[in-house]
């Protein structure tokens, strides 16, 4: 299966594309809120949400009734500078989201495969669907921790599986990852990938083009219909 066009939402610059997308998210937060009484959003880490977080805590919400999630974490102390943990402590959770309730995955289990369901037992405490699930994309076409080879990338990747966990491996330091499946990542209102560059770019257009899903995980979130996708990018 191939997506025929590549249609994604374009903006002049990182910080236009920040702007846009957190008075997005924040609308969708308020909107369950008021709907529901409970919001919910999921992340990830890398350096592409960082202005994002930064504009997003700023938003006039009620940020105590908002539950925020990862969507994968490196599986290093939740202190250490390449946690998503951290990332998020540091960027997002600052200001008024000071007040949202935050769940890490990064668990005391000494492998993500170990620590996999215990660090899906958290999410039950997060409202689901998920109002919005914010991911990336690496230039090889992972997505969250799903990446291309990695051993458990088939049973992560498929379509029949509960929702849940998967530990996952990295071809960059730190490799030991831990990421929801496509299964839980589905379980969203509102998916939108969040990508940045010209190489980004032409790697989200080779992910449009046929090819196996193995080769770019991304493409299992674009093919397909369950959850609504925005793709957003800036030079």
């Given at each position: ?69 990862l ?83 088939p ?20 490799q030991p ?36 899903e193995?080769?770019?995980p ?15 990018w800036?030079?």
């Amino acid at each position: 299966m191939t997506i025929s066009d590549p249609a994604a939402q374009r903006y002049a610059d990182a910080d236009s594309l920040s702007r846009a997308l957190a008075a997005q998210i924040a609308a969708s937060l308020v909107a369950a809120i008021g709907a529901r009484g409970t919001a919910s959003l999921v992340v990830s880490g890398g350096r592409s949400p960082v202005k994002l977080f930064e504009i997003l805590r700023k938003e006039p919400l009620d940020w105590s009734r908002v539950c925020i999630a990862l969507a994968d974490e490196r599986w290093v102390a939740a202190d250490a500078a390449a946690s998503n943990e951290r990332l998020v402590r540091d960027h997002l959770l600052k200001d008024g989201a000071t007040a949202a309730r935050f769940l890490g995955l990064k668990n005391a289990a000494p492998t993500p495969d170990l620590g996999a369901v215990s660090a899906w037992e958290t999410f039950a405490r997060v409202p689901r669907p998920f109002d919005t699930v914010v991911l990336g994309m690496g230039d090889d076409g992972h997505t969250a921790s799903l990446f291309p080879r990695s051993p458990n990338l088939p049973s992560a990747l498929n379509r029949g599986a509960v929702a849940g966990c998967v530990g996952m491996w990295s071809p960059e330091p730190p490799q030991p990852r831990l990421s929801l499946n496509l299964t839980a990542l589905l379980d969203a209102r509102r998916i939108v990938l969040m990508i940045g560059g010209e190489s980004k770019w032409r790697t989200y257009s080779a992910a449009c083009a046929a090819g196996a899903e193995t080769e770019m995980p991304v493409r299992a979130v674009l093919r397909q219909s369950r959850t609504p996708v925005a793709v957003m990018w800036a030079p």
